[in-house]
């Protein structure tokens, strides 16, 4: 064994000592934290759904240093609710308007429940402002980054990962986001909304929240590891200036090495590939998800520079499926996702694409298909799903909206002209298929 060897050798422990005590230290310190109670001097709300025509009844008051909201529910409508409104916003010096950056920040954690140990659920909503999407003068623009958990899920304080929250699908619907803006964003963050869960009961409730603590690190553990990264880097870079400069005669021994850099690499490469599979795929279905899309739809733009066949979609939404979580638990509505998406699976060609859209809505991508076999597709998809023996002797119907993309159209329309097509199904009675609208370079216009 060579000095330059033995040199690097003896090092490898003092790295790894390093890289220990990097990990160790970063673990117990470089933390930050964004803490908001009453004594933060922030400015709170109370709203409920008497503003949309309801008739609950909501106020809010601090007691023992702690927000406290009361919670009069009256079930006149199809979403009764009583909310904290946490104003972050802020004006600089110019008067502009501005609201926290909690990109930096890991998870959340809140102090908050109900006094009357009920299992109405909390839901929470983090409002972020992008002049992509939202204006200063429309508070409904800001995007709806969600989470609602429920009794079983209640701890005391009850902390949640920041990559955990979602962006509210009817939010995306009813402002016709682009699909490049779908994803959460905290960059902006104007309010924080506390709101009672989705099955809050009638009658009194109280609410109270003693703090919300946003949890974060000075140097995020993706910087850390790229500096061990670079430090290790660094020192396997400068062994081998080492051993290039004192033992190029040893071409042997150089591509011996260089071989086993190669197998590291293939390694790597092939753990990339699983890694990119899983980012790709709907983790409670397995069928693909929007990202996995993503290159299809680019290749879909292409194609319409040809004159081959266009492609189609098809969108369906399972009929009343909120009825199934309601009645038999989000649990067995996993279930009935799970056996859909399979039984979708197993019946489209090969040449198809299934992708979950959000929730219990999915996506059909047919490339070079013309719309009358993609109608008869659908149509014998809704006979099988109508006809399936479902868990629980339950009936279970979906309606389909289906449309051809034009050459003249973008993706953002084509899929928009889809998704009409299937509310017309859904509000002509659910089970059904209908074709979308042709395309129609005036009606985008107006």
């Known amino acids: 064994m060579e000095i330059s ?32 109670d009453p004594t933060s001097g922030i400015s709170m709300k ?5 503003v949309l025509g309801g008739a609950s009844q909501s106020k809010y008051y601090i007691e023992n240093g702690r927000y406290v909201l009361d919670c009069t529910i009256r079930i006149s409508n199809a979403w009764p609710y009583c909310e904290f409104d946490i104003d972050v916003s802020q004006r600089d010096g110019n008067g502009k308007i501005y609201g926290l950056d909690l990109s930096a920040f890991d998870s959340v954690s809140l102090w908050i429940g109900y006094e009357n140990k009920n299992n109405a659920g909390i839901r929470v909503h983090i409002r972020n402002f992008n002049s992509a999407y939202a204006t200063e003068d429309n508070p409904d623009s800001l995007k709806y980054n969600s989470i609602e ?14 990559d955990t929250f979602q962006v509210a699908s009817w ?3 009813e402002r016709n986001i682009p699909l490049k803006q779908m994803a959460p964003e905290f960059n902006d963050v104007r309010s924080i909304e506390i709101v009672t869960g989705t099955e809050i009961a009638e009658g009194s409730h109280r609410l109270f929240l003693d703090k919300i603590a946003f949890h974060g690190k000075y140097i995020t553990r993706a910087q850390l590891y790229f500096g061990i990264l670079l430090i290790w880097m660094a020192a396997g870079a400068s062994y081998i200036v080492s051993w290039g400069l004192h033992y190029r005669n040893k071409i ?12 590291i690499n293939q390694l790597l490469n092939n753990r990339s590939q699983e890694l990119q599979e899983k980012i790709i795929r709907d983790p409670l279905t397995g069928v693909l998800n929007r990202e996995g899309l993503k290159d299809l739809f680019f290749s879909l733009e292409e194609s319409k520079k040809t004159k081959l066949p266009r492609c189609c979609i098809v969108m369906l939404d399972i009929d009343h499926f909120k009825k199934v979580n309601d009645v038999y638990g989000h649990n067995f509505g996993d279930t009935i996702l799970c056996q859909f998406s399979a039984l979708i699976a197993e019946n489209i060609r090969s040449s198809d694409f299934l992708a979950r859209w959000g929730g219990e809505e999915f996506i059909l991508v047919c490339p070079l298909s013309k719309i009358d076999s993609i109608i008869m597709l659908a149509e014998k998809l809704r006979r099988i799903v109508e006809e399936y023996q479902w868990p629980k002797g339950i009936s279970v119907t979906c309606s389909f909206g289906v449309a051809q993309l034009d050459y003249n159209e973008s ?8 998704d009409k097509a299937l509310y017309q199904a859904k509000s002509r009675g659910r089970n059904q298929v209908v074709e979308a609208q042709k395309y129609s370079l005036d009606q985008v216009l107006n």
């Open 5 to 36: 060897d033995n040199k690097f050798i003896k090092s490898i422990p003092l790295l790894l000592l390093l890289t220990i005590l990097l990990l160790i230290l970063h673990n117990f310190s470089f933390n930050k934290t964004l803490v908001i």
């Open 46 to 50: 109370v709203l409920d759904d008497s």
């Open 149 to 162: 958990w429920f009794k079983s899920d209640f701890d005391y304080p009850v902390t949640i990962p920041m």
């Open 171 to 173: 939010w995306i619907v």
């Open 252 to 263: 042997k021994l150089y591509t011996q090495r260089e071989r086993e850099l190669e197998s």
């Open 411 to 418: 993706l953002e329309d084509f899929i928009e002209r889809a």
